[in-house]
């Protein structure tokens, strides 16, 4: 039986991307009417969870420290199949940067129980650094691995293929271990109506960050965050259009006269 833990992050969805901004003044990101999803390469964590369950029995529990509007992609992640969730949202954790939000991940761990298997998506959709997994298994004194394509095991532990310079690499990692998976990994099983209907019955906790209890508030939230957002500046851009006519010959001589700055050339329209 498979003691395993799935970290998710509850992400803007990609698809509005285009209206995500800026706060100039607490440089965070304002996702006011932006819809939340769990992040693509979280989904094939728990997809690599879930298979890893069915190989060798167990229990999957996702964890996750966002916003309480994050408990709904928990309940995604447990109608996908997982177990049980817990969400840590509490303002003394927010604006973390990587180094307090693994801290912040590895406490809410420790917290809920003892795993064989803490697995992640490589990196979150949001954020892209792809600090998170490594510096969790840091955090815990475990094995870990990163840029991991695929999930087996066996009676010694994990068997991992991970993307290197040139190619692949194949490791051995004993248990407990970190793996941070990428969407190469596998694909994404579709919900069973089961599960579905199951979901709500889970236990899906959300605590505070003294629910979760023995934490150093110097590696929490925003003031614990040793990296910090700079100056947020709005690049104003503008767009015009030239027409140029003429045969072949006479464009290209307009484009190097543009080009080179000794004419206009054109119609602007």
């Not at 229990?59 to 996750?64: Q, Y």
């Not at 177990?83 to 801290?103: N, P, Q, W």
């Not at 236990?203 to 929490?220: C, H, I, P, R």
Request: hydrophobic content about 40%; aromatic content about 4%.
């Amino acid at each position: 039986m498979m003691k395993i833990a799935v970290c998710v992050k509850s992400v803007p969805d990609p698809e509005y991307y285009e209206k995500i901004t800026l706060d100039p003044a607490t440089k965070r990101l304002v996702r006011d009417g932006i819809p939340a999803v769990i992040g693509e390469a979280d989904r094939h964590a728990l997809e690599a969870a879930l298979a890893l369950r069915d190989e060798n029995g167990g229990e999957i529990t996702v964890v996750s420290m966002g916003p309480p509007a994050a408990r709904r992609q928990l309940l995604e992640a447990l109608a996908m199949g997982a177990d049980r969730a817990f969400l840590i949202s509490d303002r003394k954790v927010g604006g973390a940067d990587t180094l307090a939000t693994s801290y912040t991940l590895s406490c809410l761990l420790a917290k809920t129980g003892t795993y064989d298997v803490i697995l992640a998506g490589n990196e979150s959709a949001d954020g892209s650094t792809a600090h998170v997994p490594s510096q969790l298994g840091v955090w815990m004194g475990i094995a870990h691995a990163a840029g991991v394509v695929s999930v087996s095991s066996d009676d010694k532990g994990l068997i991992v293929t991970k993307e290197a310079e040139g190619g692949l690499a194949k490791y051995r990692l004993r248990t407990p271990c970190v793996v941070a998976v990428t969407p190469k990994a596998n694909e994404v099983r579709f919900m069973d109506v089961r599960n579905i209907l199951a979901a709500k019955e889970k236990e899906l906790q959300v605590w505070s960050a003294a629910d979760v209890g023995n934490m150093d508030e110097s590696f929490m939230g925003l003031a614990g965050s040793p990296s910090q957002n700079g100056e947020v500046f709005a690049i104003e851009s503008s767009k015009n259009c030239r027409m140029l006519t003429g045969t072949e010959s006479e464009i290209a001589d307009q484009i190097v006269s543009i080009i080179s700055g000794n004419s206009k050339g054109g119609e602007e329209a």
